[in-house]
């Protein structure tokens, strides 16, 4: 969210003082919320034969509940995202559409990363949107680099259940956000030392998640998958300080290490 707002020429004082902040914050967290709930109960039937230790399969909800709190949680989020910013609720419905194919047919077809990528993209376009009312070439740059780790990691996940990874050659996606990070720093606003540490410890990160992939050892493909995925943070705070936003992009820093932290805690995926 941050990084969209950033990316489309505002700042934190922006965010907070045009008053949709909160707005935007609780309806991308319903999206987020809402989709994994049912994304659990698109899985009930594959999941009751191999991961029957979920909390459907093992009884400790139904099915029906589950897709109506799901349900809900989308709608309302939609509902913000329309009563902040007419546009962004147009690019929150394509959300929803993103989310709810991603959804029912992850396991299904073969480029459903693509749907989960097109997720992320959206995120940074409904962030500025609400903002700024408008998307520039920044903007729509840095989402598709977004998309294109999430398309890699999500590739990763499909594997995770089985503990290994198939073929390596569409986890090259991954490149793209490095080549767009560096892109941002050259042309952002000024040089800035944090954005290249910042882009050097997305590199050092990515390349210790792809030895645990490409090591195959036990339990190494789950731990490449949350690595990525806690990496989503360090992408976000990068551009965030090439467009020179430190104080944003440390936040970004303290979102990474906050993943790693409750990943601890609980699964990551």
């Given at each position: 969210?941050?990084?969209?707002?950033?990316?489309?020429?505002?700042?934190?004082?922006?965010l907070w003082h045009s008053g949709t902040a909160l707005p935007l914050l609780l309806a991308l967290t319903l999206f987020y919320l809402g989709g994994m709930y049912l994304n659990d109960a698109c899985d009930a039937e594959i999941d009751a034969r191999e991961r029957a230790d979920r909390p459907i399969p093992r009884g400790d909800i139904d099915r029906l509940?589950?897709?109506?709190?799901?349900?809900?949680?989308?709608?309302l989020g939609g509902l913000l995202l329309f009563l902040s910013h007419?546009?962004?609720?147009?690019?929150g419905l394509a959300l929803i559409a993103a989310i709810l194919s991603y959804d029912w047919w992850h396991k299904?077809?073969?480029?459903?990363?693509?749907?989960?990528?097109?997720?992320?993209?959206?995120?940074?376009?409904?962030?500025?949107?609400?903002v700024t009312n408008t998307l520039n070439d920044m903007v729509v740059w840095g989402a598709l680099g977004l998309a294109c780790h999430v398309v890699g990691l999500t590739y990763a996940a499909r594997q995770e259940a089985y503990d290994r990874l198939g073929a390596a050659w569409p986890l090259g996606v991954l490149a793209v956000p490095v080549?767009?990070?560096?892109?941002?720093?050259l042309i952002g606003p000024e040089p800035s030392l944090l954005a290249l540490m910042l882009w050097l410890g997305y590199l050092a990160w990515g390349a210790r998640c792809l030895m645990?992939?490409?090591?195959?050892?036990?339990?190494?493909?789950?731990?490449?998958?949350?690595?990525?995925?806690?990496?989503?943070?360090?992408?976000?705070?990068?551009?965030?300080?090439?467009?020179?936003?430190?104080?944003?992009?440390?936040?970004?820093?303290?979102?990474?290490?906050?993943?790693?932290?409750?990943?601890?805690?609980?699964?990551?995926?």
């Open positions: 969210m941050l990084a969209g707002v950033v990316l489309a020429g505002a700042g934190a004082g922006a509940t589950v897709s109506l709190l799901g349900a809900g949680m989308l709608a007419p546009s962004a609720g147009v690019t299904r077809i073969g480029w459903s990363p693509l749907l989960m990528g097109a997720c992320r993209f959206l995120t940074y376009l409904t962030a500025a949107l609400v080549v767009l990070m560096l892109a941002t720093m645990w992939l490409f090591r195959r050892a036990p339990g190494d493909v789950p731990r490449a998958v949350v690595g990525l995925i806690a990496a989503i943070s360090l992408y976000d705070a990068t551009l965030m300080a090439a467009m020179g936003a430190d104080g944003m992009a440390l936040l970004g820093v303290l979102a990474f290490a906050a993943t790693l932290a409750l990943q601890r805690v609980t699964s990551g995926t």
